[in-house]
């Protein structure tokens, strides 16, 4: 548990720059969802269950940074297993919006288990593979570890979700490149996907998946159709200039051009308010949190510590990537919320959680 000495080495300087972006998205989701109506100008509802998640993913922070990650993973296994339970149960029993099956309603809230899956696969390989002392360079152990990773991705996508489903892999190739898989290997591997992709694309992927991708390359063909996010996106992000509208006095965002841009493509919106010096600010401490985190893994006292933080950043980064070149029309639409700003009480406490874990990491490399 949490000893008092551990609080000189927390790491204060990430810890703000997580909160800074979690604050600014709120403030982000306020501007986006403000409601001008004839009866009164008011704020979203949206708002309130952000702060709300804001303050429960702070306890989970704390929570997470508290218990020793030691400690944690010897339990990964029983973490990763009641992430499954909560999947399948999702897969019958989940609460279904605009065509997909990913919650459970607790009172107020809607719990969405496949956020969490990072962190639970995360725990568990970093644990299997830290512990195994053979790395990820036997054929053996990196076929264990890719079925880890697979089980929950299936189920996830189950939903559907592929979005977020396809978040794990970056999960499963950081733990495993820092674990000692070789380069070739992957090279090997992502050639032999290739025809895998193109077989998923032809008879995996939903009819609007393939869509998707289809307008991402020419948005054109169907602009009042599937192609209308994308265009929109790219309006928003560019008629930002400089130095942006101002807070609240965005068009693309407040006059609901943009569908969803409080959760999705909360980083368009951001464009188009606070501009290019906006955007550089953001990108700025995103690549901050990213790069502290990875230094957090290199002074890892341990190979568990060091795997755990790769395989957290890793998802996280590729999050961040995919959403701002999604948002800036460079690539197809995907349900991928860009992490601590994106409208999402699941999504912004499973990221606080999971900078928990890379806080505690960091924290305790001195400890025995």
């Not at 890719?146 to 189950?158: E, H, R």
């Not at 700003?341 to 606080?352: P, T």
């Amino acid at each position: 548990m949490f000893e008092r000495r551990l609080y000189f080495h927390v790491d204060w300087l990430l810890l703000g720059a997580v909160l800074l972006l979690a604050v600014f998205g709120v403030a982000m989701i306020y501007s986006t969802t403000y409601v001008i109506a004839p009866t009164g100008d008011h704020m979203g509802k949206e708002v309130m269950p952000q702060v709300y998640a804001l303050v429960i993913g702070l306890v989970a922070l704390l929570v997470f940074l508290a218990i020793d990650y030691r400690l944690l993973a010897e339990y990964s296994l029983l973490i990763f297993g009641l992430l499954l339970l909560l999947l399948v149960f999702v897969l019958f029993k989940g609460q279904t919006q605009m065509g997909a099956q990913r919650w459970i309603p607790i009172g107020p809230f809607h719990l969405q288990p496949s956020e969490f899956g990072r962190i639970a696969v995360a725990l568990v390989l970093a644990m299997y593979f830290g512990e195994n002392r053979r790395g990820a360079k036997n054929p053996g152990d990196l076929i264990i570890g890719g079925v880890l990773c697979l089980v929950p991705l299936l189920l996830i996508a189950k939903q559907p979700d592929l979005g977020t489903a396809v978040t794990l892999l970056p999960v499963f190739v950081g733990v495993a490149f820092l674990a000692g898989l070789r380069l070739r290997l992957l090279g090997i591997i992502a050639i032999a996907c290739l025809p895998l992709g193109l077989f998923g694309y032809k008879f995996a992927l939903k009819d609007y998946q393939r869509q998707r991708i289809q307008t991402f390359l020419d948005p054109e063909q169907d602009p009042r159709g599937a192609g209308y996010q994308t265009i929109q996106a790219r309006i928003t992000v560019g008629s930002g200039g400089l130095t942006g509208k101002g807070f609240r006095k965005g068009t693309q965002g407040q006059l609901k051009y943009l569908p969803v841009a409080h959760n999705d493509f909360i980083f368009s919106v951001l464009a188009e308010e606070q501009g290019f010096v906006g955007v550089l600010g953001a990108l700025g401490l995103y690549l901050f949190v990213i790069l502290r985190s990875l230094e957090a893994a290199r002074l890892a006292k341990d190979r568990l510590g060091s795997y755990l933080v790769g395989g957290i950043i890793s998802g996280f980064a590729f999050q961040v990537i995919y959403n701002v070149t999604m948002s800036a029309g460079l690539a197809p639409v995907k349900g991928i919320t860009l992490p601590l700003m994106s409208y999402g009480g699941s999504s912004l406490i499973a990221s606080l959680a999971g900078f928990g874990l890379v806080l505690n990491v960091r924290m305790r490399r001195f400890t025995n």
